[in-house]
């Protein structure tokens, strides 16, 4: 079955995510050749072809065609409202998607802030205005790219959208999780027509995928 996802061009995500991708695809038979995050960015290893590339493109080049496959998180598949087939979750990467604040404003309701008022800062602006305008609400979202916590601080916005994963950093800037807007992890993602015309290939590499993920790997401590 292996053998049979040879040939597909799979877009792997640079960052957290990328040991986490490589050992689910060693597990699943169909290992990424490399040991760590690699400099190059294309690559072969026994008959696929990768692609090395920041999350938020990922959905691009596989809408394109560029990449037959892609693993993505959830939230840049939200936000990004590309025209890709989800496949199946993946599992990993876990975090979530959350308004958060200053924990001073916790007793405040978003409409008590006040709609003319309300400013959002956030790497998600589309998921952030379809979120608030599902509460009747149509606030002032600020796009930044990173340190979005530093907002509520600095008084540059009164609410973030971000993802978390443990809180840490919230904590740490005197913020807390407001509201949970969706739970995230990696999917798995394919190119419509390469759907179509590698089938078999993307079926036995969801397949050997699958089996990996439901055999729980060895605890190192014994």
Not at 120 to 148: C, H, M, N, Q, W
Not at 197 to 204: F, Q, R, S
Request: glycine letters at 10%.
């Amino acid at each position: 079955m292996v053998d049979a996802a040879r040939g597909l061009t799979i877009a792997v995500p640079k960052g957290r995510l990328f040991s986490e991708v490589g050992e689910l695809f060693a597990r699943a038979g169909c290992p990424l050749g490399v040991a760590e995050e690699p400099r190059r960015l294309v690559w072969e290893h026994e008959g696929r072809r990768f692609l090395l590339a920041k999350p938020v493109d990922i959905p691009v080049y596989v809408r394109y065609g560029v990449a037959d496959v892609g693993i993505v998180g959830k939230d840049v598949l939200l936000e990004a409202g590309e025209d890709v087939y989800e496949l199946f979750d993946l599992g990993i990467g876990a975090c979530r998607l959350v308004v958060a604040g200053r924990k001073e404003g916790r007793g405040r309701t978003y409409r008590e802030v006040g709609p003319q008022a309300l400013r959002v800062a956030t790497k998600y602006p589309r998921v952030a205005r379809e979120f608030f305008a599902s509460r009747g609400l149509y606030p002032d979202v600020i796009a930044l790219s990173g340190s979005i916590e530093l907002a509520p601080v600095v008084g540059l916005a009164d609410l973030i959208v971000d993802i978390v994963a443990t809180g840490r950093t919230l904590r740490e800037n005197g913020l807390e999780e407001y509201e949970t807007i969706a739970p995230v992890t990696a999917r798995l993602v394919a190119n419509r027509a390469s759907l179509r015309l590698k089938d078999e290939a993307i079926a036995a590499l969801t397949a050997c995928l699958e089996a990996a993920l439901s055999v729980r790997p060895p605890d190192p401590e014994g």
